[in-house]
T-cell receptor
Framework: AQTVTQSQPEMSVQEAETVTLSCTYDTSESDYYLFWYKQPPSRQMILVIRQEAYKQQNATENRFSVNFQKAAKSFSLKISDSQLGDAAMYFCAFNLGQNFVFGPGTRLSVLP | DAGVTQSPTHLIKTRGQQVTLRCSPKSGHDTVSWYQQALGQGPQFIFQYYEEEERQRGNFPDRFSGHQFPNYSSELNVNALLLGDSALYLC??????????????FGSGTRLTVV
């Protein structure tokens, strides 16, 4: 089965604090990429961070970083110094060929 | 540089009717993919068009069909609408080949409500 699980439907974090969103996945592919997408109220999916599965080094993009555990098929997202603009739905995904398999999402609230 | 444009933004249809959604890809992109996002769920892949042909298809019935035009824009058609077709329909464009799915651009979607 090609699936993505996000076990936290909702999370909240205080502004300037750190939060970690969890994701596990299952794929039979040997070479793939993993993604975190953000969907604000504008509904447009925005790429947050991308990880090549063949790379052991965890990807980072400014305040966003991942903890990639390939054997465990785990791909969590850490947001540091959370800002009000980080409030959104966050989707974990991997590519199946040229397209994506998305998880159900985690709604992140940022408290002032 | 315009991104992905979808129209209309919202529409309401009655069960049994047919609907057409439209997507203009980002400038320079030649591939269009469609996704269905039901309320509270992640997007699910419907199909992908490249060179005016359907190249890949997800697990959706034949009621869902599409078209791509020579200018790379695309339409999604849904026949015999069911209440369960109510969802946000997202269009994403890219260039083929898109190594590791990098460079995908999503539109803001069309919210379809079936009553």
């Amino acid at each position: 089965a090609q699936t993505v699980t996000q076990s936290q439907p909702e999370m909240s974090v205080q502004e300037a604090e750190t939060v970690t969103l969890s994701c596990t996945y299952d794929t039979s592919e040997s070479d793939y990429y993993l993604f975190w997408y953000k969907q604000p109220p504008s509904r447009q999916m925005i790429l947050v961070i991308r990880q090549e599965a063949y790379k052991q080094q965890n990807a980072t993009e400014n305040r966003f970083s991942v903890n990639f555990q390939k054997a465990a098929k785990s791909f969590s997202l850490k947001i540091s110094d959370s800002q009000l603009g980080d409030a959104a739905m966050y989707f974990c995904a991997f590519n199946l060929g040229q397209n994506f398999v998305f998880g159900p999402g985690t709604r992140l609230s940022v408290l002032p | 540089d315009a991104g992905v444009t979808q129209s209309p933004t919202h529409l309401i249809k009655t069960r049994g009717q047919q609907v057409t959604l439209r997507c203009s890809p980002k400038s320079g992109h030649d591939t269009v993919s469609w996704y269905q996002q039901a309320l509270g769920q992640g997007p699910q892949f419907i199909f992908q068009y490249y060179e005016e042909e359907e190249r890949q298809r997800g697990n959706f019935p034949d009621r869902f069909s599409g078209h791509q035009f020579p200018n790379y824009s695309s339409e999604l058609n849904v026949n015999a609408l069911l209440l369960g077709d109510s969802a946000l329909y997202l269009c994403a464009s890219s260039q083929v080949p898109s190594w590791g799915n990098y460079g995908y651009t999503f539109g803001s979607g069309t919210r379809l409500t079936v009553v």
